[in-house]
């Protein structure tokens, strides 16, 4: 069974710049999330999908980050303008059901970002 | 205010059992608590999950005392492969429904 897929692994930009990260989360899970891991700290939920609809977005920096599920699989987390402090590894998860009561989730390998 | 903590770190040496405590409170009876194992580079990786007492599989085992205000991964016996870091992740439900990791715990395991 393949995993959960990201792109890219690393990204260098600079601040006020745009970027944007994909996910394809294991064929058939219909939670996906996003979390963001600071150096030295743990994940951070950033937004929780359940099929293409939000469950969790409250740790979303709504003014600059954006996430969509288009059609309840891949999924696309975008940063516009970026700031020094979103450097960080940006992490994709998904689980097969509703993602109730912390079900297990299985993470991708993430992206790097480095914002200079 | 739901929140866990972890202590930062931790070292032992090979075949010796270690166990990292999580504690977190305003957690509710059905709330689960799940353990994850990161490697440099590399997403978290599942553990072991439970919601009460105690669960065990091939690799660890989870203790929930009956207050649940924490919780004890104990690791059997480690191996130089087993330094990495460790996350407790929990699920607060009961107004909060917010799913929230640890800071971890960096295990060194020593010869």
């Known amino acids: 069974e393949a995993g959960v897929a990201q792109s890219p692994r690393y990204k260098i930009i600079e601040k006020r710049q745009s970027v944007a990260f994909w996910c394809n989360p294991i064929s058939g899970h219909a939670t996906l999330y996003w979390y963001q891991q600071i150096l030295g700290q743990g994940p951070k939920l950033l937004i929780q999908f359940q099929n293409n609809g939000v469950v969790d977005d409250s740790q979303l920096p709504k003014d600059r980050f954006s996430a969509e599920r288009l059609k309840g699989v891949d999924s696309t987390l975008k940063i516009q303008p970026a700031k020094l402090e979103d450097s960080a590894v940006y992490l994709c998860?998904?689980?097969?059901?509703?993602?109730?009561?912390?079900?297990?989730?299985?993470f991708g390998p993430g992206t790097r970002l480095l914002v200079l | 205010l739901a929140k866990t903590t972890q202590p930062i770190s931790m070292d032992s040496y090979e075949g010796q059992e270690v166990n990292i405590t999580c504690s977190h409170n305003?957690?509710?009876?059905?709330?689960?608590i799940t353990w994850y194992q990161q490697f440099p580079s590399q997403g978290p990786r599942f553990i072991i999950q439970g919601y009460k007492t105690k669960v065990t599989n091939e690799v660890a085992s989870l203790f929930i005392p009956a207050d649940r205000k924490s919780s004890t991964l104990s690791l059997p016996r480690v191996s130089l492969s087993d330094t990495a870091v460790y996350y407790c992740?929990?699920?607060?439900?009961?107004?909060?429904?917010?799913?929230?990791f640890g800071a971890g715990t960096r295990l060194a395991v020593h010869p």
């Open positions: 992740l929990v699920f607060f439900s009961g107004g909060y429904n917010k799913l929230i």
């Open positions: 998860a998904s689980s097969p059901t509703s993602g109730a009561s912390g079900e297990t989730q299985y």
């Open positions: 305003n957690i509710a009876t059905n709330d689960y």
